[in-house]
């Protein structure tokens, strides 16, 4: 039986969430620093370079959107009759920009409550989601998005100190990838945050009000993301069209506003804990015979940026898609869920495909995602693949906790006993995937 390694585990964390990689920014030479990183771990491991050139880094052209001025809301009532009323809202005060692709929106307001449960929305609609659950608010915002709403609008944070701070930073757009006409790889996608105020003030306007959003933008800026990949080449002729890819995401948010003095957000768990899942696999699996299968290991660069790096290696893969069985990701283990049972990992769309169940069987503390409303399956990088056919999700453990994407995520947050249980539980269902003749196959209405 392989052995997990605790030290390992360990140490790559203590390098990817330290403070001198300051937070791993999507596109930045920071990110390049863990790539170069997880390069070195794969060539320690036995495994050969699939990247660039005969190296292990994949680069990959973006192209960014800055904004050259403070965006703004303007809302006009419908006339019925009466003159119409225009209400303009200024950023910071009354909105703060959660997400957006677009620098001009409008659209007819739409008010559902998300505790009903009710996701039925008007296409073209900028759609007020309220309700008491700010998890399953945000959850609902998502799942509008795939309905072809203009907008969704939901309440921000009730810190009032948090939300003015986030109004002093003007908003990003995503990048995308050189080269890419469709505007990336999120589609069309916008979401406001409101003050208490402005969600009481829209409560009472009435449905239709014409919401529109605009802010000015700057020329496009060039810059790179760096992907890590890794190959294992199987030893079974009879399997190699069968490959088996296991990634994460090394990227973080980088450096951003201060909370409490440290300005540093180090994704510890996100997903410097994913990219350590996949290292310990590597470590294990190039320790061995060589596997049946060949195993793709995939370290990728900016999906803070919308998954950027994913959808350059989708494109550029080591070997033709139809190839691949499986894809695992990791995303977020480095600590546990409380909704499952101690050291435990889950599996986005459980119920989609037979691998989950599979691995389970096998000894993996694996069970099905028990968030389903928050539509994690749709929300990493194994969607893009999955939406090509791949039988593609992924492994967490992600407990919603509040340090998501605060500086607050860093090494000393992380439950290292979970961690090293978990990825150890995995080590020997993964070995018999990687030599199985077991065929990952959608369920009935699971691939996207």
């Known amino acids: 039986m392989p052995k997990v390694c605790a030290d390992c585990i360990r140490a790559h964390e203590e390098f990817l969430a330290s403070d001198a990689l300051r937070g791993r920014g999507s596109g930045t030479s920071d990110e390049l620093v863990a790539a170069t990183y997880v390069a070195t771990q794969l060539r320690q491991y036995g495994i050969a370079p699939a990247g660039d ?24 009532t419908p006339g019925d009759g009466i003159p119409a009323e225009q209400i303009t809202w200024t950023y910071g005060k009354e909105f703060v920009v959660f997400y957006f692709t677009q620098t001009e ?8 409550d998300a505790d009903m449960g009710d996701t039925r929305v008007e296409p073209g609609a900028v759609v007020l989601i309220t309700g008491k659950d700010k998890h ?21 944070p009730e810190d009032r100190e948090h939300f003015e701070a986030s109004g002093k930073v003007l908003p990003t757009l995503p990048a995308q990838l050189e080269g890419d006409t469709r505007g990336g790889p999120t589609g069309d996608f916008n979401m406001l945050e409101l003050s208490a105020s402005a969600v009481e003030a829209l ?29 294992l080449q199987g030893s079974d002729t009879a399997l190699q069209h069968a490959a ?65 790096g994913s959808t350059y290696f989708y494109e550029h893969p080591p070997l033709p898609l139809h190839e691949l069985a499986c894809n695992v990701e990791f995303e977020m283990i480095g600590r546990p869920d409380p909704a499952v ?35 994690f399956f749709a929300r990493s990088d194994n969607y893009g693949l999955a939406k090509k056919g791949v039988v593609a999700q992924t492994v967490s453990s992600f407990g919603l906790h509040a340090d998501y994407h605060q500086p607050s995520d860093d ?28 065929k990952p196959e959608w369920k009935e209405g699971g691939q996207p």
């Not at 959107?65 to 809302?75: E, I, K, Y």
């Not at 929106?105 to 559902?112: A, C, D, E, T």
């Not at 009000?209 to 060039?222: G, I, N, W, Y």
């Not at 000393?412 to 995937?433: C, N, Q, R, Y």
């Open 136 to 156: 399953k608010v945000q959850g609902t915002a998502f799942t509008t998005a795939s309905a072809g709403v203009a907008a969704a609008l939901v309440p921000g």
């Open 411 to 438: 090494v000393a947050h992380l439950d290292f006993k979970h961690m090293t249980i978990a990825i150890g539980s995995l080590l020997a269902p993964v070995e018999w995937l990687v030599n199985s003749d077991f």
């Open 105 to 112: 929106f409008s659209g007819p307001l739409q008010k559902i």
């Open 53 to 76: 050139g005969g190296g292990y880094i994949q680069r990959a052209g973006i192209l960014r959107r800055r904004l050259a001025g403070t965006p703004q809301l303007t809302l006009t």
């Open 341 to 375: 049972k101690a050291n435990t990992l889950w599996l986005s769309g459980w119920e989609r495909s037979n691998l989950g169940p599979t691995l389970a069987a096998h000894g993996a503390n694996l069970v099905g995602d028990p968030h389903p409303k928050q539509n």
């Open 203 to 231: 409560e009472r306007m009435p449905a239709g009000t014409r919401v529109h959003f605009s802010a000015p933008a700057a020329p496009l800026e060039k810059a790179y993301t760096w992907n890590a990949v890794g190959v």
């Open 244 to 308: 088996v890819l296991l990634s994460a995401h090394l990227d973080h948010v980088g450096v951003g506003r201060p909370v409490n003095g440290d300005d540093i957000y180090n994704g510890a768990d996100d997903d410097a804990s994913g990219t350590t899942a996949v290292l310990e696999l590597a470590r294990v699996l190039g320790a061995g015979a060589r596997p049946r299968r060949t195993v793709i290991f995939a370290l990728f660069g900016s999906e803070e940026m919308g998954g950027l």
